[in-house]
């Protein structure tokens, strides 16, 4: 295995030899802490109906409490902290965090923005994306994200709608309609991994740094292959 540094331009060069490329969504295509911190815009600014806190100040212990400890039980402590009227529990907050927002807005990455650029006129060439996570909020993510998309996928594949990555029946189900030749799977992480064993494909892992804000600094971004 090699790793080297993903110049955006040179990506369609890197991987042409296989005929299909299956991309991971979060943390893959575009960076997950982006709409995070946005969802937790959006829910701090309905919350501030409901509290005598302010807006600013939920968003502030939300986004700290993400960065500090990742997102477990994070609307558990929320509610733990602060003084809301009783409407407003773990259900009611996550109807906000999984309502579609017009106003939230997604940037695929430079490399993924430029392999999207170079295969636009080639109608032979197509990618796809398997993608693990609640289903109602994937399909939001990628809504905020494909008008910001040259072209979009051939398919998406909602893994949580059959069985999570690492299972490998969302590639199963994906191979059977398209009859893959060398696909190829490019993910993020351990389960990403996993599941490209899994379905007997190749993998490639991409690996970056975040800036003391939180975010990916994409001239980090380099893969594992």
């Keep these: 295995?090699?790793?080297?540094?993903?110049?955006?331009?040179?990506f369609f060069q890197r991987f042409?030899?296989?005929?299909?490329?299956?991309?991971?969504?979060?943390?893959?295509?575009?960076?997950?802490?982006?709409?995070?911190?946005?969802?937790?815009?959006?829910i701090a600014n309905i919350l501030e109906n409901y509290t005598d806190v302010s807006r600013h100040d939920i968003h502030k212990y939300l986004w700290n409490f993400?960065?500090?400890?990742?997102?477990?039980?994070?609307?558990?402590?929320l509610i733990q902290n602060f003084d809301f009227s009783k409407k407003v529990d773990i259900d009611f907050i996550l109807s906000?965090?999984?309502?579609?927002?017009?106003?939230?807005?997604?940037?695929?990455?430079?490399?993924?923005?430029?392999?999207?650029?170079?295969?636009?006129?080639?109608?032979?060439k197509n990618y796809f994306i398997i993608t693990n996570g609640n289903h109602i909020q994937q399909k939001n993510k990628f809504y905020y994200l494909r008008s910001s998309l040259l072209k979009t996928p051939?398919?998406?594949?909602?893994?949580?709608?059959?069985?999570?990555k690492p299972s490998d029946e969302s590639f199963?189900?994906?191979?059977?309609?398209?009859?893959f030749k060398n696909p190829i799977y490019i993910g993020d992480s351990l389960i990403d991994?996993?599941?490209?064993?899994?379905?007997?494909?190749?993998?490639?892992?991409?690996?970056?740094?975040?800036?003391?804000?939180?975010?990916?600094?994409?001239?980090t971004i380099m893969i594992n292959y």
Aim: no cysteine.
């Design 154 to 164: 051939k398919t998406i594949i909602y893994a949580n709608e059959h069985k999570p």
């Design 193 to 219: 991994k996993q599941f490209s064993i899994n379905s007997s494909v190749d993998y490639a892992g991409l690996v970056f740094q975040r800036n003391k804000f939180g975010l990916v600094d994409e001239s």
């Design 172 to 179: 199963k189900i994906l191979n059977k309609r398209f009859k």
């Design 96 to 124: 906000i965090f999984r309502s579609r927002d017009n106003n939230i807005k997604l940037k695929a990455f430079n490399y993924f923005s430029s392999y999207i650029n170079s295969i636009n006129s080639l109608e032979e």
């Design 66 to 77: 993400f960065l500090k400890n990742g997102r477990a039980n994070i609307f558990n402590e």
């Design 16 to 42: 042409s030899k296989h005929n299909e490329i299956i991309f991971d969504l979060d943390n893959t295509i575009y960076d997950e802490n982006i709409f995070l911190e946005q969802s937790y815009s959006k």
């Design 1 to 10: 295995m090699m790793r080297f540094i993903l110049n955006p331009t040179d």
